[in-house]
């Protein structure tokens, strides 16, 4: 790769210019509740992304999956992210944050109103906090998910058409004033969970169904697509041709295949995990083709500096 690399081109979105196409996909690092100088450093040191988008944070004290994960519904979860997102600006960054509700418990109708009050208010946090917009996760196997996919859904009756609580997320949100993008999977598979979940296959119907809602998406401020678990170029182009916004392409990605998306048009940007935990200065190494580090997963949630700076 070189500078003449497409990931290397500015882009825009929205209202932001990126200065590269290379975007850190959320990853969840298990650091503490409450954002820290850690992860201050952590996301300093990544600020020469085009994009970061943070990791999951929780809307609410509700629904909490394991131990340290950060939220943005207290007080000192705003200043913590506060000094994290200063940080990010004062290098030239841009970082939005990730709405996350895990769905590890089952959510009766009668709080599916003050859910969507939580993320209105977890965005309106997000803003103090100075965030340049947030994601609402609606990928894998989480509560929006859980709503979106026939397979996962039992909850039609109740709460009325798939998409509904996702639509219904992003007008409570859209309302903050924030920046908004969304997160979908509609190629996962149960080889992408942990434990698996074998009732959840990527058929010809459940594809369908995110057919129509991404054609219903028009006022995200991006898409963000995870693509099937074994490596598919062409697996973008389907949701390609019916969103017409900023598009994301995420998961399994090497610097050449990235390269090869956003010059053949079939993403705007694309997201890395692994990449960046590994290589905090992933852009420069794309702009100089030099070899890339490898994580060492067993730091991944250790809860420490390494592996993690």
């Given at each position: 790769m070189s500078q003449g690399n497409p990931l290397l081109r500015p882009a825009i979105l929205g209202d932001l210019v990126l200065p590269n196409r290379v975007v850190m996909a959320p990853t969840t690092r298990c650091r503490g509740s409450v954002?820290?100088?850690?992860?201050?450093?952590?996301?300093?040191?990544?600020?020469?992304?085009?994009?970061?988008?943070?990791?999951?944070?929780?809307?609410?004290?509700?629904?909490?999956?394991?131990?340290?994960?950060?939220?943005?519904?207290?007080?000192?979860?705003?200043?913590?992210?506060?000094?994290?997102?200063?940080?990010?600006?004062?290098?030239?960054?841009?970082?939005?944050?990730?709405?996350?509700h895990a769905g590890t418990r089952p959510l009766p109708s009668s709080e599916v109103t003050s859910t969507i009050a939580d993320y209105r208010t977890a965005a309106a946090n997000a803003l103090r906090a100075g965030f340049d917009g947030v994601e609402i996760a609606a990928n894998g196997t989480y509560l929006i998910a859980q709503f979106l996919n026939p397979r996962l859904n039992h909850r039609t009756d109740a709460y009325g058409e798939l998409p509904r609580l996702l639509l219904d997320i992003l007008d409570a949100v859209h309302s903050t004033g924030a920046r908004v993008g969304v997160r979908l999977s509609p190629y996962w598979s149960p080889t992408d969970s942990a434990p698996p979940c074998p009732d959840y296959f990527p058929d010809e119907e459940t594809l369908s169904h995110y057919d129509d809602l991404v054609r219903r998406l028009d006022s995200p401020a991006y898409l963000h697509l995870r693509g099937p678990a074994s490596?598919?170029?062409?697996?973008?182009?389907?949701?390609?041709?019916?969103?017409?916004?900023?598009?994301?392409?995420?998961?399994?990605?090497?610097?050449?295949?990235?390269?090869?998306?956003?010059?053949?048009?079939?993403?705007?940007?694309?997201?890395?995990?692994?990449?960046?935990?590994?290589?905090?200065?992933?852009?420069?190494?794309?702009?100089?083709?030099?070899?890339?580090?490898?994580?060492?997963?067993?730091?991944?949630?250790?809860?420490?500096?390494?592996?993690?700076?």
């Open positions: 954002p820290s100088d850690l992860h201050a450093l952590h996301y300093a040191r990544r600020a020469s992304a085009g994009l970061i988008i943070a990791e999951g944070t929780l809307i609410s004290p509700q629904d909490v999956p394991f131990p340290n994960v950060p939220g943005l519904f207290t007080t000192a979860q705003v200043a913590g992210w506060r000094r994290v997102t200063d940080l990010v600006h004062s290098l030239g960054g841009r970082i939005f944050v990730q709405l996350w490596f598919d170029l062409d697996a973008f182009s389907r949701y390609r041709k019916l969103f017409d916004g900023f598009l994301i392409a995420n998961n399994g990605f090497s610097p050449d295949t990235a390269s090869a998306a956003v010059e053949s048009d079939l993403a705007d940007a694309v997201s890395f995990a692994r990449h960046f935990i590994a290589n905090p200065d992933l852009v420069t190494r794309f702009a100089l083709t030099q070899e890339l580090a490898v994580a060492d997963k067993a730091h991944n949630y250790t809860g420490g500096p390494i592996g993690y700076i």
